[in-house]
């Protein structure tokens, strides 16, 4: 059974910086990818950023040069800081993660509940 948790959303003003923590737990042999994904209200989920586990990083264009996705492989964590954000950030946050187990060729999804981000101009 694994667990994802996002934390760190929440109500602020435009133009400060939030960072958003994911702790995933429970029976986890690999994580080979971990990634945010934001889903605006009414639109569908999108890509923020994903890292692999040798560090390899995507972002979306829109947040390149204002977000920072970074992760801790010893505590399967991950993060993104986000800085300068803009109302159009507003949207649910997930966290996912992406795993291997022993002797297996797939690959396993596991997502978090998600965390609001409100961005006020």
């Known amino acids: 059974h694994v667990q994802v948790v996002e934390s760190g959303g929440g109500l602020v003003q435009a133009g400060v910086a939030l960072r958003l923590s994911c702790a995933a737990t429970?029976?986890?042999?690999?994580?080979?990818?971990m990634g945010w994904y934001r889903q605006p209200s009414g639109s569908q989920r999108d890509l923020v950023a994903t890292i692999t586990s040798s560090g390899s990083i995507v972002y979306a264009d829109s947040v390149k040069d204002r977000f920072t996705i970074s992760r801790d492989n010893a505590n399967n964590a991950v993060y993104l800081q986000m800085n300068s954000l803009k109302p159009e950030d507003t949207a649910v946050y997930y966290c996912?993660?992406?795993?291997?187990?022993?002797?297996?060729?797939?690959?396993?999804?596991?997502w978090g509940q998600g965390t609001q981000v409100t961005v006020s101009s």
């Open positions: 996912k993660i992406v795993t291997t187990r022993p002797q297996s060729l797939y690959q396993y999804d596991y």
């Open positions: 429970g029976n986890i042999f690999r994580i080979n990818l």
